[in-house]
Nanobody, 120 residues
Framework: VQLQASGGGLVQPGGSLRLSCAAT????????MGWYRQGPGRQRELVAT???????NYAGSVMGRSIISRDNAKNTVDLQMNNLFPEDTAVYFC???????????????WGQGTLVTVSS
């Protein structure tokens, strides 16, 4: 299972950014998908997750200015972030809880991370 993230880059404060992630490889189902981030000198933290049925969960710091969505047919998850602040600067990681075979437990997979820098 591979998670390929894209969409990071440099954005000015108050700007917007859309991150995308695609899951590829051999698997039978994907449960929750989500985005986490790790800022300079900080621990990795949850940004947002979306369940297979569409239920969402957001960190308080991004609630109201971020939207997470997924396409179950394409095995993708996107994160639209608006009104970005310098403190949103971080490496953003895509993650998914994936079952590779029926009868086996699902496990968490991580993408390689994409850097988002919010600066003027």
């Amino acid at each position: 299972v591979q998670l390929q993230a894209s969409g990071g880059g440099l954005v000015q404060p108050g700007g917007s950014l859309r991150l995308s992630c695609a899951a590829t490889g051999s698997f039978v189902s994907i449960n929750d998908m989500g985005w986490y981030r790790q800022g300079p000198g900080r621990q990795r933290e949850l940004v947002a997750t979306v369940a297979k049925g569409g239920g969402t969960n957001y960190a308080g710091s991004v609630m109201g200015r971020s939207i997470i969505s997924r396409d179950n047919a394409k095995n993708t998850v996107d994160l639209q972030m608006n009104n970005l602040f310098p403190e949103d600067t971080a490496v953003y990681f895509c993650s998914a809880n994936v079952r590779t075979h029926w009868g086996r437990d699902a496990r968490q997979y991580w993408g390689q991370g994409t850097l988002v820098t919010v600066s003027s």
